[in-house]
């Protein structure tokens, strides 16, 4: 019988999806484990699997379109089966335009079906009656030239299947058909009314509609609850970052000649942070309704910028992981990222965040927490700057930090012994050393 291939749940928050692109084409032979399509969630582009075999009869949904989690979006068959029960329902007929006028969108679904019809020619024999064969032994038998109406089908009720057309000989030439009647006379054309405006093209310089992806309705609910339901308080600190600098220029020197590593800014706070989150756990907590849960284990949170939005992959037990070892995870998980590749359970765990935009030359900022955490940790770019030290100016670098909390979970007291615990380390970076 006919199977539903439907739009996968890829993610605990995932409510519809977008196909973004088919990897199998109608009439293709599907086998188990095979990567059948690429299917956009609220967090990244994922790969869906085959868990079925067959031939991809009907597609349901089009490249670019959406639909619920759980509902078709395309219909596999068994070799020999029929392609009655894959007629599409109304529910996979193309939507029409916006503001398209009715007779318009009439147009355009008539249209649609006809293409449909024609995608599958059904062969008929002389004497009338239909032939029965699989979508995969038309498509085999159209292409090497064999008559179905000479076959024998070997597949159940007489079915012609992959095995009986590709037994069968190439049929003879075909003798040419009669000569058509000469068509009658067409009547004029009605004249055409000119097009709506509505359905134009967008004029030049006019303002142009973006549909928002999956994964930017997700951010615009998520960021919108949290902003209203969580109360949120903002410390800032200023951190000497000029021991930062000169340990990491000694290590990156010394990297070069052993396992080639480089390391960023970045690495070096996410570091601090997740030590921070280990001596201070009041922090590594989360609001649950009547109690708190501080968590056990720290996880990272490292925002990173894509194409249409922004992802939060973990760097899970954090607590345990040298510095090395997250500085490789975390290069990794951003090309990934950049590459639509990241798995669904790489975005589970995470129990403090980071979002560091010192790379675009900005010097300080207030996150919005990332719910259900309650600490966001913000970092600005190291800036060279006049600085007072022993009672003179000097040329120093700074570098701008922020802790967003949400009241709930973090007063202000363990907010700023959280925050001036990730000065301590940057200020004296050998310690994450240890």
């Known amino acids: 019988m006919p199977i539903n291939i439907e739009m996968p749940k890829l993610s605990d928050t995932m409510t519809e999806g977008t196909v973004v692109r088919w990897l199998k084409k109608e009439g293709e032979e599907v086998e188990i484990g095979d990567i059948i399509a690429e299917i956009e969630t609220d967090k990244a582009t994922m790969e ?13 949904v089009p490249e670019g379109g959406k639909a619920p989690v759980g509902s078709a979006i395309a219909i596999l068959l068994e070799d020999g089966e029929s392609e009655e ?8 007929a193309p939507a029409a335009l916006p503001n398209t006028p009715p007779a318009a969108a009439k147009a355009l679904e008539s249209a649609a079906a006809t293409v449909n019809k024609s995608q599958t020619p059904t062969p008929t024999p002389t004497d009338g009656e239909r032939i029965k064969a699989s979508p995969l032994a038309k ?3 159209e292409s090497e030239g064999v008559d179905l ?3 024998s089908g070997t597949g159940p009720g007489g079915r012609i299947v992959k095995a009986d057309v590709v037994a069968a000989p190439p049929a003879s030439s075909p003798a040419p058909a009669p000569a058509a009647p000469p068509a009658p006379a067409a009547p004029p054309a009605p004249a055409v009314a000119p097009v709506p405006a509505a359905i134009s093209p967008v004029a030049e310089g006019a303002d142009q509609i973006v549909e928002l992806s999956s994964m930017r309705k997700i951010i615009a609910e998520r960021l919108l609850t949290s902003k209203i339901s969580i109360p949120h308080f903002y410390l800032h600190l200023e951190v000497d970052a000029a021991p930062l600098m000169a340990l990491r220029k000694q290590i990156n020197a010394q990297s070069e000649a052993s396992h080639g590593n480089k390391y960023s800014v970045n690495d070096f706070v996410v570091k601090a942070l997740i030590n921070a989150s280990v001596t201070v756990p009041e922090a590594n907590a989360s609001f649950n309704g009547d109690h708190i849960v501080q968590f056990a284990h720290v996880g990272i949170s490292v925002a ?12 899970k037990n954090a607590e345990q992981k040298s510095l090395l070892a997250i500085s490789k995870e975390i290069k990794e998980m951003a090309i990934r990222a950049r590459d639509k590749k990241l798995a669904p359970n790489e975005f589970d765990g995470g129990t403090v965040t980071i979002s560091n935009l010192g790379a675009w030359g900005v010097e300080s900022f207030d996150a919005i927490v990332n719910p259900p955490q309650a600490v966001i940790l913000s970092v600005g770019g190291i800036i060279e700057k006049p600085v007072v030290k022993d009672g003179e100016i000097v040329p120093g670098l700074r570098m701008n930090l922020g802790v967003s909390c949400d009241h709930r979970v973090v007063d202000g007291a363990v907010g700023a012994k959280f925050l001036g615990e990730i000065k301590r380390l940057l200020e004296n970076p050998a310690l994450m050393l240890v």
């Open 85 to 92: 029960a894959t007629t599409p329902s109304a529910e996979s």
């Open 149 to 151: 109406t000479a076959v």
């Open 139 to 141: 498509k085999i038998a």
């Open 304 to 315: 990173i910028a894509v194409d249409d939005g922004l992802v939060t992959p973990v760097v």
């Open 48 to 60: 869906m699997e085959a868990f079925d075999e067959g031939i991809l009869s009907k597609i349901s």
